[in-house]
């Protein structure tokens, strides 16, 4: 499967974005979906999951109550609405998936296919 993310920007704290990350091929519902960001300086971190059927999400502490993530299969396309926003949300954002473990663990080795990212800035 290919990824495709879109929809950074440069926002205001307290703003909002919306990330969509678009699959190619037939068999997105096979995919459990991730999103993991990466700052200037750090290592890549998990901010959230959702199963291949779209239950079960999952999200890491310091994104939750903000970031909702959602997936549209008839679409082919994985999404993040993230409100609220901090300037430590700044990050490169990636889409990722997996057809194995559906989703069931965070760290980045466990997801096998990965978007090209897209930058999200948070001014304060």
């Known amino acids: 499967v290919q990824l495709q993310a879109s929809g950074g920007g440069l926002v205001k704290a307290g703003g909002s974005l919306r990330l969509s990350c678009a699959a190619s091929g037939r068999t997105f519902s096979s995919y459990a979906m991730a999103w993991f960001r990466q700052a200037p300086r750090k290592e890549r971190e998990f901010v959230a999951s959702?199963?291949?059927?779209?239950?079960?999400?999952d999200y890491e502490d310091s994104v939750k109550g903000r970031f909702t993530i959602s997936r549209d299969n008839a679409k082919n396309t994985v999404y993040l609405q993230m409100n609220s926003l901090k300037p430590e949300d700044t990050a490169v954002y990636y889409c990722a998936a997996e057809s194995i473990l559906d989703g069931r663990y965070r760290p980045s080795t466990f997801w096998d296919y990965w978007g090209q990212g897209t930058q999200v800035t948070v001014s304060s």
């Open positions: 959702i199963d291949r059927s779209g239950g079960n999400p």
